[in-house]
């Protein structure tokens, strides 16, 4: 049974970091690809993140880049998004969703294979 497990969530004020970490059981991550995705209430599913089976490729949605970075540690089987210089509209539950063996970017939730519960992101202002 696969598992996807976001970890690192919580309050920070504007301006400060997290890194939230995607944690796998039942696949292997060095075979997906992994995507970050976030939702506000209210809000539709946006895409913040991707990075490719290999990891050779990534890419952000604009309103992240420049300020989070996505990695991958196959040997932790774990996947991470860096979120720096956080602003208030940053706050939402950040999910992380996995794709296998897909190498270029989906920006799409709906064409992930899998997807883990999410952690809530709250940047005070």
């Known amino acids: 049974q696969v598992q996807l497990v976001e970890s690192g969530g919580g309050l920070v004020q504007a301006g400060g970091s997290l890194r939230l970490s995607c944690a796998a059981s039942?696949?292997?991550?060095?075979?997906?690809?992994v995507g970050w995705f976030r939702q506000a209430p209210g809000k539709e599913r946006e895409f913040v993140a991707f990075?490719?089976?290999?990891?050779?490729?990534?890419y952000y949605g604009d309103s992240v880049k420049g300020r989070f970075t996505i990695s991958k540690d196959n040997a932790k089987n774990t996947v991470y998004l860096q979120m720096n210089s956080l602003k208030p509209e940053d706050t939402a539950v950040y999910y992380c969703?996995?794709?296998?063996?897909?190498?270029?970017?989906?920006?799409?939730?709906?064409?992930?294979?899998?997807w883990g519960q999410g952690t809530q992101v709250t940047v005070s202002s």
């Open positions: 969703e996995a794709d296998w063996h897909r190498s270029a970017v989906v920006t799409s939730a709906a064409e992930y294979d899998y």
């Open positions: 039942g696949l292997t991550f060095s075979s997906y690809a």
């Open positions: 990075i490719n089976w290999s990891g050779s490729s990534t």
